[in-house]
């Protein structure tokens, strides 16, 4: 057994170009500099710290909308900064991709509420700026508040996953079909950019959009970038096996994540794809210290920043807890009418009392969650790994940027002592090989291919 080589795992940092991502009120520490995100040089360090622990990339999360369905009001989105404000996240890339040189540059983008000729643009200069860093993370946005911002009518789910597939679609016919390889030529001499005839339009008539293309962008290292989903549902974890290369699964339990990764794997094999084609990653929260004292003291500071009310924000309830006893039981308060069945409240346990859902839930706990030591830390990565079928892991900040450089400087050197991680870059990969060991195009089994040479 000792032969046998240990599961490599990559490293995400996820973040977002806001105030708070999940913990709210956290932002508020003395000595956080979460407040810093609309600077430069805020991304420029934590880009830097990130490249220096030899992390795969950051994973940016982005929102289309605030939040305002509790209360039935933004103001609690904006007193607790839960993803409001937000920037850009390309602009915020760009920033990381010009102050390193290795680090991979993953952003969510909504198929949604985007032209698919822009955004196939917009990702394909992030590739071309990165020399072939870049990922997109495919989401579907579709929240009222967003329908309003965009002036459209809110999608059913068969409706967003149909404008899913048409948006992706136009997209891949733009990276693989509308530049031959080789076509860029960039010949001083006789002056010629591109060879003529090489560049093709993609004649796309469908239910939602019509494009001629070509893509506005030549062809980057990747032609298209790494393909990224993210999901909770079997059935979003399905649809996403059919094109993601890496694949952000959440549930509430280990279980949970475990059944999400299967489930993923044997629908990317459905669909014809290799085993290692797809790799699946989660968020952990991760606080480590060199002794469990330390560790267990930052959980208990950062724990007593983080908001109630900002979890409520955040999972778009609709209940309200005013005036409601703490020592009664959510049981109880079920049964009186007071809470709905079904519910965050329900789902905590109706045994528990209302003042423990308020002091607890807020933590927004996940299953992956680690503190204490490095060695005990790296104990549970390798369970999470070897166990619930994960590839890698997104890690999640509770302080800026004590989070992550703790984990750069305990924690990667304990992985790579057990083998487990990299030791160092091999210089100039793109973002597709370093997670998937293999060439930077899209395997010759994804969908992409079948447009490689169809509009010559």
């Known amino acids: 057994m000792s032969g046998i080589p240990k599961k490599q795992i990559n490293i995400f940092l996820f973040e977002a170009a806001t105030i708070n991502q999940f913990y709210y009120g956290i932002w508020a520490q003395p000595t956080d500099k979460r407040h810093l995100f609309r600077q430069p040089e805020f991304w420029i360090r934590l880009a830097k710290i990130a490249e220096r622990g030899l992390l795969d990339g950051i994973f940016f999360a982005d929102s289309a909308t ?31 991709a010009a102050s390193t040189t290795e680090l991979g540059i993953a952003v969510t983008a909504s198929t949604t509420d985007s032209h698919p000729f822009r ?24 929240t009222l508040s967003a329908a309003r911002h965009y002036g459209r009518e809110m999608l059913t ?73 993210a999901s909770g549902t079997t059935r979003g974890v399905a649809y996403a096996s059919r094109h993601a290369e890496l694949l952000l699964v959440g549930a509430p339990t280990r279980q949970g994540v475990a059944e999400l990764a299967r489930t993923a794997q ?6 014809g794809r290799a085993s290692g084609s797809l790799k699946v990653t989660a968020y952990v929260d991760i606080i480590v210290g060199r002794t469990a004292e330390e ?47 079904g519910g965050a409240a329900d789902g905590f346990g109706r045994d528990r009392t209302l003042g423990e ?61 057990r083998g487990r991680f990299r030791t160092a870059y091999n210089p100039g990969e793109t973002l597709r090989e370093r997670v998937l060991g293999k060439g930077p195009w899209v395997a010759d089994d994804h969908p992409a291919t079948k447009y490689r040479g169809a509009f010559a």
Request: proline letters at 6%.
């Open 357 to 417: 859902f308020r002091s607890e839930f807020h933590f927004l706990r996940l299953p992956h969650r680690a503190i204490g030591t490095p060695e005990h830390v790296v104990d549970l990565i390798e369970q999470w790994i070897d166990e619930d079928g994960l590839d890698a892991i997104n890690l999640r900040q509770y302080h800026v940027y004590d989070t992550l450089t703790d984990f750069v400087d305990l924690v990667v050197p304990e992985l790579q002592r």
């Open 66 to 96: 605030g939040f305002d369905t509790y209360r039935n009001s933004l103001d609690p989105a904006a007193v607790d900064g839960v993803f409001f404000p937000t920037l850009d996240p390309f602009l915020i890339a760009s920033i990381v």
């Open 295 to 341: 560790a267990l003291a930052k959980a208990a500071a950062y724990d007593s920043y983080i908001t109630f009310e900002g979890a409520m924000v955040f999972t778009e309830s609709k209940v309200i807890y005013d005036g409601l006893p703490d020592d009664a039981t959510i049981g109880s308060l079920i049964a009186e009418g007071c809470l709905p069945a």
């Open 157 to 229: 789910p068969p409706q967003y996953y149909e404008l899913a597939d048409e948006v992706i679609d136009i997209m891949l016919k733009l990276w693989e079909g509308s530049w031959d390889d080789g076509a860029v030529v960039e010949d001083k001499k006789s002056r010629v950019f591109a060879r003529p005839g090489s560049v093709h339009g993609i004649g796309h008539v469908g239910k939602h959009f019509s494009v001629g293309g070509p893509s506005f962008v030549d062809p980057s290292r990747q032609r298209v970038p790494l393909l990224c989903e």
């Open 266 to 271: 044997s629908s990317a094999a459905e669909h």
């Open 119 to 142: 955004l196939a643009r917009t990702i394909s200069t992030l590739d071309q700026l990165s020399n072939g860093r870049a990922g997109w993370n495919i989401v579907f946005g579709n």
